[in-house]
């Protein structure tokens, strides 16, 4: 078979020779008991760079050995690129959120022989879901392994945009020491109220996180968590997002993107907002209408704005997030850091063993079965597409 796979490009100086630390912690399971991703062998060393192109994901070695051929590019947005054209006759084709290649229905219906799309990660909205299920092509996801990795981000984040972390930063690498400079829009976090919009795994992973902070936790979510979690984070629930919005200091964005949360955060929900609250979005870009978000910073209707997601991907070099006052952007890295890199690697070799030997991929790593959303994708998505205006992607210049 053929697998097409489009990474992230290599490092400008070429692959790093050693890393800071010699090894990774080891973690045995996630919170609520679900297994690591289990291959049954990796050709890699955790903590490693793979999720660029000469780090292959790891599985070189094992696709060539088991007669497969292995196409990895980080050409993929242009008309001509190198993934369209690779694209025609693979089987497999694996993508990366954070380097998306936009499947798009023309791009689906131009690939025959395709299967399956997997994502190495987590959030597979750039993929035409409806395309998908129209052309049953399977869809999976590594759920899970780098959801922690996020919510860790999301608490840095929160404090550097209160305490006004990147204007202090600056003001030193630049050789200053001006305080009042440095002070004149920093807060501390307690007393705040928080809240996320969607408890799943990352959301909730990240209110547990700031609780030792003594804020007030808030979230929104179609589903309520259980009575004994909202009890040990003293949670208040929110039937809709405009009541949320209303009583935070600070929103945390977790949901997936779908066409229910595409643009959610336009200019009549950020007016809802408390005047000069903080928004981290680490879900998805296009959640948060663009303009919308630039304008509420301007106005100081919002005080600050961080993320690490982007419409589309990689984002114009004249993006409007990338002048915007206050932010706290960067490229999307939350869910590849090089410890989650190890676990979404050994994720996808996992699903690649499962397909070749033909035993059932696991239920939580299934967002599109056999022509439906099925395993996680029927739980957190819904129907339709939201790869709309991914070719913008190609306006960015290295
Ligand atoms: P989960 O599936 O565990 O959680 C998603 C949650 O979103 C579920 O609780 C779901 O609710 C909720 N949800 C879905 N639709 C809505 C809606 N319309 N309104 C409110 N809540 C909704 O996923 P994770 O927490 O692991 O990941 C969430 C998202 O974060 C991913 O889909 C991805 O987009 C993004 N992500 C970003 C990464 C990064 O590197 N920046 C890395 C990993 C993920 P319910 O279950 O109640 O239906």
Redesign the pocket.
């Known amino acids: 078979m053929k697998i097409l796979c489009i990474l992230y490009d290599d490092p400008k100086s070429g692959m790093p020779k050693n890393y800071p630390l010699p090894n990774l912690p080891k973690l045995k399971k996630y919170p609520d008991g679900m297994t690591l991703p289990t291959p049954k062998s990796i050709d890699f060393n955790p903590g490693e760079l793979l999720g660029c192109v000469s780090g292959e994901l790891g599985l070189r070695k094992f696709l060539e050995s088991n007669g497969h051929q292995l196409v990895v590019t980080s050409d993929k947005d242009a008309d001509g690129c190198k993934a369209d054209k690779e694209l025609v006759d693979s089987d497999i084709v694996i993508s990366q959120?954070?380097w998306p290649y936009y499947l798009t229905r023309n791009r689906i219906e131009s690939a025959k022989k395709l299967k399956m799309a997997i994502t190495a990660?987590?959030?597979s909205?750039h993929v035409d879901l409806q395309a998908a299920m129209d052309h049953k092509i399977d869809v999976v996801e590594v759920?899970?392994c780098?959801?922690r990795s996020?919510a860790e981000h999301i608490v840095m984040m929160i404090l550097s945009l209160v305490r006004d972390y990147h204007n202090q930063h600056k003001i030193v690498k630049d050789g200053g020491w001006n305080i009042a400079d440095a002070v004149q829009r920093s807060y501390d976090v307690e007393g705040m109220h928080v809240g996320t919009?969607?408890?799943?795994?990352?959301?909730l992973d990240a209110l547990r996180k700031m609780k030792p902070f003594d804020v007030h936790l808030h979230y929104?979510?179609?589903?309520k968590l259980p009575d004994s979690v909202e009890k040990e984070l003293n949670l208040t629930f929110h039937e809709s997002v405009e009541s949320l919005v209303k009583v935070c200091d600070v929103v945390t964005i977790?949901?997936?993107?779908?066409p229910?949360?595409e643009n959610l955060f336009d200019d009549k929900l950020i007016n809802k907002m408390k005047k000069g609250a903080y928004i981290v979005n680490?879900?998805?870009g296009k959640i948060c209408n663009r303009e919308a978000i630039a304008k509420a910073l301007k106005s100081g209707q919002l005080s600050g704005y961080a993320g690490?997601?982007w419409f589309p991907q990689p984002a114009p070099n004249d993006h409007i997030w990338r002048s915007m006052p206050n932010h706290g952007m960067t490229p999307?890295t939350?869910?590849?850091s090089l410890t989650a890199q190890a676990r979404y690697a050994a994720g996808v070799r996992e699903i690649l063993e499962c397909f070749f030997e033909k035993k059932p991929i696991r239920d939580p790593y299934l967002i599109i079965k056999d022509g439906q959303l099925a395993g996680?994708g029927a739980?957190?998505y819904s129907k339709g597409s939201a790869t709309g205006g991914s070719e913008e992607a190609a306006k960015y210049k290295k």
């Open positions: 959120p954070f990660g987590i959030g909205d759920t899970y780098n959801s996020v919009v969607a408890a799943g795994r990352i959301g929104f979510d179609r589903h977790n949901c997936p993107l779908h229910e949360t680490t879900a998805r690490d997601v999307h939350s869910g590849t996680m739980h957190s």
